[in-house]
């Protein structure tokens, strides 16, 4: 340090008078005054924002992942899905029955724009190919319901199998398929009427996780209770073949050319990847505690995982099979969903009621301004009437319209 520098004798010398102690004192001082302007003309450095504050970055291969924005939900977000053309998100809240069961949001600066009332529980969402329909799981009553997206009316509501889960779509947008977690069964719906086609019998314990392959024969179920995918055929549901995966295997996403299945494993908390021509995993990813949702980016470079017990996202790289968790502000991660434009990652946090946004920044993208974090926050405890052992806080009572 510079004081050090100009000052070979301690201070506290004794051999020292106390006046020539006092004199080396004041002379030091005034050296100081003397060398902060200098000192402080020098370019301030930024703070470096802390893991789980806004603007914090992780990067994994040469990609810069930055937490972008967040805004407060309704009880329990339970999954979130994004619109066909980028500009909106959904999340669907799973903790109160009459009302605040889905939030509408723009997906590009995360402003609220409507929350939508209905009867039920609302679990996942998934939008038409044209945009015009946003299909809804819904515990109450055992339903699927599709939703008018320009007016929110309801243009039709099926019960299928008890307690539907996840929802998957045939790229021309006739047919809707629905597993169903307590009745073991999948169902294939007339999207545009709801009539239900064809009804598996029990296809194995608690389906869950779906994902369609790329040319349409089959579909792909993840057995949670079990061990297993299983492999459907698309038109009849009638079995094709089974794949031998992790225990408790929860979600599912498959590559455009359908050559990769990838699955969230609760049992071993890892991420698996299942090669579908020979039927076999050939690799697993230890992901941490209770991995939940997975969503691949559009580019297939990255594997995104809701890390339910570690509070954040964590990314796994295709390229090398290294991963990495972005700690997140929020209390059991649930949902996963990407923009069309591979830009954002959405994700929801169960116990906090709140979205976030994590940007990607691909080599050479220079990052533009943060988002805004408007949280509201406090723990809810669980409602035990809708939410029996999900270990969160319960909500306050909602008041009936008149």
Same mark, same amino acid.
């Given at each position: ?34 060398? &902060? ?15 789980? @504050? ?6 994994? &291969? ?6 972008? &924005? ?48 209905? @009867? ?61 977690? @307590? ?42 209770? &079990? ?11 009638? @079995? ?7 225990? *408790? ?125 408007? *949280? ?27």
């Amino acid at each position: 340090m510079l004081v050090e520098s100009l000052s070979p004798i301690p201070i506290q010398d004794p051999h020292l008078s106390l006046a020539g102690r006092h004199r080396r004192l004041l002379a030091l001082a005034v050296l100081g005054l003397l060398a &902060g302007p200098t000192l402080a003309s020098g370019p301030a450095e930024a703070r470096r924002p802390k893991p789980r @504050e806004l603007g914090y970055t992780m990067t994994l &291969g040469g990609n810069q992942f930055r937490i972008w &924005g967040a805004r407060p939900t309704g009880i329990m977000p339970k999954g979130v899905s994004v619109s066909r053309d980028g500009a909106r998100v959904f999340v669907t809240n799973f903790g109160r029955r009459r009302g605040a069961n889905l939030d509408v949001y723009d997906a590009k600066t995360l402003e609220h724009q409507k929350s939508v009332d209905y @009867e039920g529980n609302s679990i996942e969402s998934l939008s038409s190919p044209d945009g015009k329909t946003l299909y809804v799981t819904n515990l109450y009553g055992f339903l699927v319901q599709a939703l008018d997206t320009s007016t929110w009316a309801l243009r039709w509501s099926v019960r299928v199998g008890r307690f539907p889960k996840m929802l998957a779509i045939s790229p021309d947008g006739r047919d809707l398929y629905v597993s169903s977690w @307590e009745s073991g069964t999948v169902s294939r719906l007339r999207a545009a009427t709801g009539k239900i086609e064809v009804q598996s019998p029990k296809v194995g314990p608690h389906p869950r996780g779906l994902a369609l392959h790329p040319k349409g024969n089959l579909l792909y179920v993840a057995l949670t209770g &079990g061990k297993e995918v299983l492999a459907l055929r698309s038109d009849t549901l009638a @079995e094709d073949h089974r794949i031998r995966t992790c225990g *408790l295997p929860r979600h599912l996403a498959i590559s455009g050319d359908g050559s990769r299945l990838y699955v969230s494993c609760i049992g071993g908390s890892m991420l698996q990847v299942v090669d579908t021509a020979s039927r076999k995993v050939t690799r697993a990813v230890h992901i941490g505690a209770g991995p939940r949702t997975l969503a691949l980016s559009r580019d297939e470079r990255f594997v995104y995982v809701a890390a339910y017990a570690g509070h954040g996202l964590t990314v796994v790289d295709t390229s090398t099979w290294k991963k990495k968790t972005l700690d997140l502000d929020l209390v059991k991660s649930s949902g996963v969903a990407v923009s069309p434009d591979d830009r954002f990652i959405y994700v929801t946090g169960w116990c906090t009621k709140d979205l976030w946004a994590v940007e990607r920044l691909p080599p050479g993208t220079s990052p533009g301004p943060l988002g805004r974090a408007v *949280l509201g926050r406090h723990r809810l405890p669980r409602d035990p009437k809708t939410a029996w052992r999900l270990d969160c806080p319960r909500p306050a009572p909602r008041p009936r319209a008149p």
